[in-house]
């Protein structure tokens, strides 16, 4: 009995260790691509620029992430004060407006890119008034985001879902005009007559690849708008706000934390979405091309 239990314990331990090589041995190419890179960046500031507010080097922001983490600030949570590390506090903050804004597209965004793909009626009204707000950039809306709403947490969401709503309305519509028709009649021969039934189970799932890479690129859009917003004083507090006001403190290598911190952050953000949009519910498109 022991000797069985050993066994398996063994097959484990070596099923774990061969999955843990070839995950190291498919991801090496990454690893050694970023080594690369942080080594080439280490040489250019040290050697070659030799100014560290021009160009900090790796070991600076390295530093400087050391000092941030050790330092503390006060969050405000339903009427709770808590002391937490000033960088998880901005961490904090971005996220907030940044999910306040995606939310707000989401719920707005893909509904509305529904109807105007699937009802020709629909998208004759609003396409126009789409066409004219669509080309301002979001900065331009920054002076009535503080008029209207002022400085808190959902003007900087004002700002991002100004910024994310667009590509979701316009890919979630290119996805319900590019139905084929014979999906449409097949579905309506099996039973399906009403406009309700076939965009639950015809319209909807085909459309489902457009609309995921509309969200990633108004997760992108968004994020970049999160940066103005904060940087501009629509928000104190925020990976943003804190690059703008390093800035003028003359703290370059607090800034260029931030600022590879905010690239992480959408890193993560979109592989997680990629994950689930990709593994879960477009799982039957793998194997199309690759």
């Given amino acids: 009995m022991i000797q069985e239990r050993l066994n398996i314990l063994r ?7 061969s999955s843990l090589s ?38 600076d922001v390295l530093s400087a992430l050391i000092r941030i983490i050790e330092r503390d600030a006060r969050l405000a949570v ?8 000033v960088l998880f506090v901005d961490l904090l903050y971005s996220l907030l407006h940044f999910s306040i804004g995606l939310l707000s597209a989401l719920l707005i965004g893909i509904p ?5 793909g699937w009802f020709r009626s629909i998208n004759r009204i609003v396409d126009p008034i789409i066409e004219v707000i669509r080309p301002i950039p979001p900065i331009a809306w920054i002076p009535f985001a503080i008029i209207w709403i002022g400085l808190n947490p959902f003007a900087a969401g004002f700002l991002i ?54 969200i990633r690129i108004a997760m992108g859009v968004g994020w970049m708008c999160l940066v103005a917003a904060e940087m501009f004083g629509v ?34 953000i979109d592989r997680l979405l990629r994950y689930y949009v990709d593994g879960k519910l477009l799982k039957w498109r793998k194997g199309e091309v690759i």
Wanted: proline residues 3%; charged residues 10%; hydrophobic residues 50%.
């Fill in 11 to 17: 097959k484990k331990g070596i099923n774990l260790i």
């Fill in 22 to 59: 070839s995950t190291v041995q498919y991801r090496s190419t990454e690893i050694i691509s970023i080594i690369a890179a942080v080594t080439i960046w280490q040489i250019i500031a040290v050697y070659i620029v030799q100014n560290k507010f021009f160009l900090p080097s790796f070991t």
């Fill in 78 to 85: 339903m009427g709770l004060e808590l002391q937490l590390p």
């Fill in 112 to 116: 509305l890119g529904m109807a105007m």
């Fill in 161 to 214: 879902f100004v910024g994310a709503v667009f590509p979701i309305i316009i890919n979630t519509y290119t996805g319900f005009k590019s139905v084929s028709r014979v999906y449409v009649e097949a579905a309506k021969v099996l039973g399906c007559n009403t406009n309700k039934e076939l965009i639950r189970y015809v319209a909807l799932p085909s459309s489902l690849p457009s609309i995921a890479a509309g």
């Fill in 235 to 268: 928000s104190r507090n925020g990976l943003g706000y804190k690059i703008w006001h390093h800035y003028y403190l003359h703290n370059m290598d607090l800034v260029l934390l931030y600022m590879l911190l905010l690239g992480f952050l959408g890193l993560c």
